[in-house]
């Protein structure tokens, strides 16, 4: 039996640190008392009014604010149209060609959350901005990980020289100019991408966080 190379180990390694950083997380939710009902976060009432006591109230936020920052909204904003279309041009892309390549679709839900705007000590102006920073970061975490298994798909090889940030996949890629295991590396990141649950780090784990 062979042994798990460096590469299998190291994604192992990280494995373990996502489970070990859930179950922080599931201690938080202790210790902020709340759950999750049906993907709802529910807070205890007391929770809820002392979380009232903290809300700066929305004429308070305002006149506190800066007039560059509110300037400065319109530009903000105005990406939610490239956001959107982004949106909608990628989950057509994957509805249409990832079923001929047989490769396992991304769960939008997955990645995008919009959750924040439960929290009580938030005012309307802050819930507003939480639901744009959930569904825009969402969104690209979302495309981030159509277009990461595009690329285990087509190129799975490593860059030359480092780059600064890559999805899930690319640990598993065959190594910058490895011509003779490069047929054997796109066979089976292919592979890989074909069976259920997918390669490397568990994406649904990933998009709970």
Known sequence: MSQPSSTEKLLTHIRELQNELEREYTRRRAQFRYSLKNGRVVFEAEMRRRHREFRVRLGTFLRNTRPMVVLTAPVIY???????????FVTLYQAVCFPVYRIEKVK???????????????????????????????????????AG???????????????????????????????????????????HLT????SGIDVKQQGQD
Do not use: M
């Open 78 to 88: 105005s990406l939610i149209i490239p956001f959107v279309l982004l949106d909608l």
């Open 149 to 191: 298994r595009t690329e285990a798909y087509w190129c799975p090889i490593k860059h030359a020289a480092r780059i600064g940030a890559h999805h899930a996949y690319y640990a598993q890629f065959v190594d910058y100019g490895d011509a003779e295991g490069f047929a054997d590396g796109l066979a089976a990141s292919r592979q």
């Open 195 to 198: 069976q259920v649950g997918v």
């Open 108 to 146: 939008r839900a997955d990645f995008i959350r919009v959750d924040r705007h439960h929290l009580a000590y938030l005012n309307a102006l802050q819930k507003l901005h939480c639901v744009y920073c959930g569904y825009c970061n969402g969104l690209i975490g979302y495309v981030q990980e159509v």
